[in-house]
């Protein structure tokens, strides 16, 4: 996890006090490494499939096996040797030599002007390559009849290892396990797993001014609701959690919270504390912990924003090394920002290829101001219009402290950097939520 390269040298060619996001995005990017250096004991471990799903592959998974190890039928019908069909007349008769059903196959091979009656997923007879599906054929006795156009030769089977085959790899490592790959491990009749060891992200909230649940708010405080927006979008990336509580706006509760947390964590978020009116100890601190710059972003919501190294020793460079986000304090800001600057960075550092969130494009269907030279994050509730187009509003109020826009989004309408007001009608981007995590 060590770059020798120190951050500031990173920032240089930008303007500090308006970093544009795609450069936050690619310094976070060269930061955050996957664990390689660590033996792979340390980070790999073996699961069975039920444990398996959102974690993480740490090998690529090769099939053992063809699927379907067989050829069979893809359709209930009547299978036979599709050769037939070019020399037959209008119409084919074929006399039923016996049936095949699903684990039940036809013992023998059925002779020129016969066929046999199939069921989905039974093994091809010997000698059949082609099922014609049930209702395209009329049925007298033992025999069938249908027309010579109902089938092409090679039609209605499928072929074995037509969905995996044998020695080929059948998933990636760095594949985050979903539903469809947990079925398709167990097609090939694997039971367990190696997938990357949980990253550990230690989290806290800080200022003064804020509560926790369950206790009685007094005049100018408020309840802390970042380290729920955080613990849930953590958990939702698969990582495991420490959570370190409201900590309070002095340096020695700080330094407390950032040693703890760099000694437990493989990455530590905090929330506040970090714009320009906020105590010099701040950044006195993380001088003297780590690598740390002061950011200011040209985004909106989440400008401000700490990036860098915390060592967990004595001094910089000493002990163990965690990577650490000091977030905005403002609601929004601390969701803004954990999806487009922090999530990438967690998804490589836990050993995932990342994939971009989707982006898809949209009518604007009202006007939205904005200033170029930032990048704006607003949130929209997206429809899809009788052609099937997408369309967007805004939430409206837009103020980084308005949680409840969050909750009533369901994307994010992204207004690139160099963009102005957007009028009526125009495209703009949109994010959507489900396709974020
Ligand atoms: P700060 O960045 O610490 O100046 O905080 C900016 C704003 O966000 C202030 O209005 C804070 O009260 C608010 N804020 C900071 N942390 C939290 C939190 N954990 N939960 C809710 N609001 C917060
Ligand atoms: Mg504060």
Known sequence: MTTSKPLSGCVAQYDPNALPVEAAQEIVRQWAM??????RVER????GLFDALDRVLADDVVSPIDVP??????MDGYAFAGAALASAPETLQLSVAGTAL??????????????VRIMTGALMPAGCDTVVPQELVTREADAVRFSRRAVNAGQNRRL???????????????????????????????????????????????GDELRSVGETLAPGTLYDSNRYTLFAMLRRLGVDTFDLGIVRDDR?????????????????????????????????????LGDVAFW????RPGRPLAFGRLWSGPRAGTGKPALFFGLPGNPVAVMATFYFIVREAL?????ATPEAALRIGATCIERIRKRAGRTEFQRGIATRDAAGEWRVVTTGPQGSGVLSSMSEANCFIVLEHDRADIEAGEQVNIVPFNGLI
Request: overall charge negative; glycine content about 10%; charged content about 25%.
């Open 34 to 39: 996957p664990r390689e250096q660590e033996a």
């Open 102 to 115: 699903a684990g039940q196959p036809f013992a023998g091979e059925p002779n020129a002007g016969e066929c």
């Open 44 to 47: 790999v471990e073996r699961v």
């Open 69 to 74: 190890a067989f050829d069979n039928s893809a």
């Open 296 to 299: 200011k972003i040209a985004m």
């Open 347 to 351: 998804l490589a550092m836990s050993g």
């Open 160 to 206: 074995s290892g037509e969905d995996l085959a044998r020695g080929k790899p059948a998933l990636r490592a760095g594949r985050i396990v979903r539903a469809s790959d947990l079925g398709l491990l167990a097609s090939l009749g694997i039971g367990e797993v190696a997938v990357r060891k949980r990253l550990v992200v230690a989290f806290f909230s800080t």
């Open 252 to 288: 020695a509760s700080l330094e407390k919270a950032l040693r703890q947390a760099t000694e437990a964590a493989d990455v530590v978020i905090s929330s506040g504390g970090v714009s320009v009116g906020d105590a010099d100890f701040t950044r006195e601190l993380m001088s003297s």
